[in-house]
Nanobody
Framework: QIQLVESGGGSVQAGGSLRLSCAAS????????VCWFRRPPGKDLDFVAA????????FYGDSVKSRFTISRDNSKNTVYLQLNSLKPEDTAVYYC?????????????????WGQGTQVTVSG
């Protein structure tokens, strides 16, 4: 099973940027879909972004479109999430997760492999 480790979270002012990383172990990383979800304080998981096996297809939640960018480097077994123009409502724990295909890509219940999460806090 692929092990996932997120990093890159932190505290920033509104309007700032962060780049999150999701590093994976395992030789099958290039054959999985990778997704980012987030859990704001006291709320349910929200879909943020998803990327297909080779990165040709990307999908975004409505609240992050045009501000966040998902990408992957399969040679480094890593998926990135660039967060720009951050808002206080982006404050959440961000998780990456993997699955075999893109069916229902925005529904967390279809993902069975998760990282431990990284905290993003936006003030201002």
């Amino acid at each position: 099973q692929i092990q996932l480790v997120e990093s890159g979270g932190g505290s920033v002012q509104a309007g700032g940027s962060l780049r999150l990383s999701c590093a994976a172990s395992g030789r099958t990383f290039s054959s999985v879909v990778v997704c980012w979800f987030r859990r704001p304080p006291g709320k349910d998981l929200d879909f943020v972004a998803a990327i297909s096996y080779r990165g040709r297809n990307t999908f975004y939640g409505d609240s992050v479109k045009s501000r966040f960018t998902i990408s992957r480097d399969n040679s480094k077994n890593t998926v990135y999430l660039q967060l720009n123009s951050l808002k206080p409502e982006d404050t959440a724990v961000y998780y990456c997760a993997t699955r075999a295909d893109l069916t229902h890509y925005d529904e967390s219940r279809y993902y069975n492999n998760w990282g431990q999460g990284t905290q993003v806090t936006v003030s201002g």
